[in-house]
């Protein structure tokens, strides 16, 4: 009675272990081209916006996440091959939530043998006891979490702070502030701190978050969950999130465009007056091949990404 399922059996077997060493080969391959991606994306962003310079201190702030390590591992690999010399000391400030594992990061950090320091302060209870129960947290927090980190980069003499966030924070930061905020702002790769004293980077700005998933993956880190403090995402991030990745999986290819556009922006054709002078503005007599032609629709690029010849130009 078995025999004819066992001999069925075969065929389904067979090709798997043959095929298997090609697997391999094909996931060392995707693998490789990853991590070539991502070295050449933060080379590419630490070289357009002058991130890094020759004798720099940097501190990696890590937390735990995929991100934050992402951002120290390829950091790491670059600094061995740079034409420059940098430092790199990973920081976490261990803010004393309940269940945070104390372990982990030292850990981790000390098997890399690299310079580390853990900052421990208890910014948890006094953002428990400051907001009332069922308001957001993260806004209090997050200043406290700055101010500190801030400190510690004057006692470290540190001359760069990075932060891991990546290409789909930054346009999600976007949507957010002309969403809900009616501002056109994002989050930009460098910037000078709040307090007027640190300068802030941010080496994955070119990354995407897909990325850096399977590059977490790849690389087993000890991630430790971000969702140790109680508190929910904000949901306006959680919508734009939403909407940004169902435009992705619509039209692919979207997001790098946007991305893109980011970085490649007209004031005359906002609105804005403090950043144009409409005011002022004369006709100057001259013809330029690169003036406002006011009356004919903007011509929408070939597109030369898959999907995007789908989108209808508005005229
Ligand atoms: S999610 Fe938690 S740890 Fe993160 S900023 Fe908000 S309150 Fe702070």
Known sequence: MNA???TAMWPE??????SAPSNRLKIQRETHKLEKRLCRLVSKA?????????????????SGGKDSYGLLDILLKLQRRAPINFEIVAVNLDQKQPGFPVEVLPNYLSQLGIEYHIETQDTYSIVKKVVPEGKTMCS?????????LYSVADQLKITKIALGHHRDDMLHTFFLN?????????????LVSDDGHHMVIRPLAYVSEKDLTRWAQHREFPIIPCTLCGSQENLQRQEVKRMVNAWERQYPGRTET???ALQNITP???????HYDFKGIQASGQASEDGDKAFDPEPIP??????LGLITPIA
Not at 46 to 62: A, K, Q
Not at 178 to 190: A, S, V
């Open 13 to 18: 077997s067979e090709p798997e272990a043959a």
């Open 302 to 307: 070939k597109p030369t990404i898959p999907g």
């Open 268 to 274: 005359s054709h906002l609105m804005d007056p403090k």
């Open 4 to 6: 004819p399922h066992e």
């Open 140 to 148: 209090l927090c997050s200043r406290l979490r700055r101010g500190i």
């Open 258 to 260: 946007m991305l893109t």
């Open 178 to 190: 002309m969403f809900f905020g009616g501002k056109l702002k994002g989050m930009p790769p460098k």
């Open 46 to 62: 630490i070289v357009d916006f002058n991130m890094i310079e020759e004798g720099d201190r940097v501190m990696v702030c890590v």
